[in-house]
């Protein structure tokens, strides 16, 4: 009887165990035993990049994103096009405009070397995204990591689920409560446009035909972006005009100036159900940065793969 109780009482704990992997869950202290110096060797990697190129932390922050809005924090976003595989780096959203990949992979190289075959690139990715905002002086979180990489990619997802430019408020709001997100993560989200610049083919129609814009601010875009199409398309413009490298709220005192770039962007402050969270924002910055912090780890849990499921990618651009 004995035995027999010692053989249930196993049996029971490997069940469990195996249902512990199963749903696994992320934790910020994920790493703390397998990579002691993921976060160091992370942030070392970050700051370099941005000290060459201060829009790299732009650049990272928006990698993170579109990630996490077609099926979720995966990583996909990283994978390559190959002769029999179709990844989303091409896809609309992101062809000619999402960046940053070569240091996904400096980073990934440098954690390879003190723990090799533990960290997923999506967890690099959402680890970057944090680095990005607190070194152009935003705030600071603890990251929850857990993540394993996608095997596969979509690129119909990435042309059908992240927001476009020319979205309307509604249509910002319904894409964001598909993956459970509120209209004040929607709001808080945006404003990581306080950092990072936009191509003019994508405020072309904007700043030539909208009227809700500062008229002052329209003619300064209309100098660097011609009206037809195909000329200047890849002109760059601030995000943010006053404060464009440093993470802060004049993004949102921007938009109650009719001065957001794009048209995604003053949708937000439009008349609508946003326009109350936008000037508030404006006028507290802490507010915007508590509520940025909430809304940014809400959205890295959409979907994650855990446990068995997906892999630990060797290289961030294939599947191993």
Known sequence: MASFCSRLTMSLVLFLLVLGCVNAQLSTDFYYSSCPKLLSTVRSTVQSAISKETRMGASLLRLFFHDCFVNGCD????????????????????????????????????????????????????????????????????????????????????????????????????????????????????GGHTIGQARCTNFRGRIYNESNIDSSFARTRQSSCPRTSGSGDNNLAPLDVQTPTTFDNYYFRNLVQNKGLLHSDQQLFNGGSTDSIVRGYSTNPTSFSSDFVSAIIKMGDISPLTGSKGEIRKNCRRIN
């Not at 993540?147 to 319904?174: E, H, K, V």
């Open 75 to 190: 990583g996909s976003i990283l994978l390559d096009d190959t002769s029999s595989f179709t990844g989303e780096k091409n896809a609309n959203p992101n062809r000619n405009s999402a960046r940053g990949y070569e240091v996904i992979d400096n980073i990934k190289s440098a954690v390879e070397k003190v723990c090799p075959g533990v960290v997923s690139c999506a967890d690099i990715l959402a680890i970057a995204a944090r680095d990005s905002v607190q070194i152009l002086g935003g705030p600071s979180w603890n990251v929850k990591l857990g993540r394993r990489d996608s095997r596969t990619a979509s690129q119909s997802a990435a042309n059908n689920g992240i927001p476009a430019p020319t979205s309307n408020l509604n249509q910002l709001i319904s894409r964001f409560s598909a993956l459970g997100l509120s209209t004040k993560d929607l709001v808080a989200l945006s």
